[in-house]
Nanobody, 123 residues
Framework: QVQLVESGGGPVQAGGSLRLSCTASGGTFSRSAMGWFRQAPGKEREFVAA????????YYGNSVKGRFTISRDNAKNTVYLRLNSLKPEDTAVYYC????????????????WGQGTQVTVSS
């Protein structure tokens, strides 16, 4: 069983930055691919970013490429998402997810999910 706890969300003005964190307990973190997804009100959950267990492989959704950066610190069992140049359309609940071995952009590839952290970008 893997438990994930996100933090770092909050209100921010357009153009600003945030760093989200997700700390995992249980499982073998350093061997596990991790991902971030987001869901805005009235919309389906959307892939944001993913990172392999060793950190050498990363994927990004088209809407965040060049603005967001995923990273991880395996010594701290934590994955991060740096959000730069934020736009109002980035407003959503951001979820951390645990994939296991495979680094994937597909929601169905993730077994464990955090509770989410709200990011609200004002114009």
């Amino acid at each position: 069983q893997v438990q994930l706890v996100e933090s770092g969300g909050g209100p921010v003005q357009a153009g600003g930055s945030l760093r989200l964190s997700c700390t995992a307990s249980g499982g073998t973190f350093s061997r596990s691919a991790m991902g971030w997804f987001r869901q805005a009100p009235g919309k389906e959950r959307e892939f944001v970013a993913a990172i392999s267990g060793g950190g050498g492989i990363t994927y990004y959704g088209n809407s965040v490429k060049g603005r967001f950066t995923i990273s991880r610190d395996n010594a701290k069992n934590t994955v991060y998402l740096r959000l730069n140049s934020l736009k109002p359309e980035d407003t959503a609940v951001y979820y951390c997810a645990h994939s296991g071995i495979v680094t994937t952009t597909k929601e169905e590839g993730y077994r464990y999910w955090g509770q989410g952290t709200q990011v609200t970008v004002s114009s």
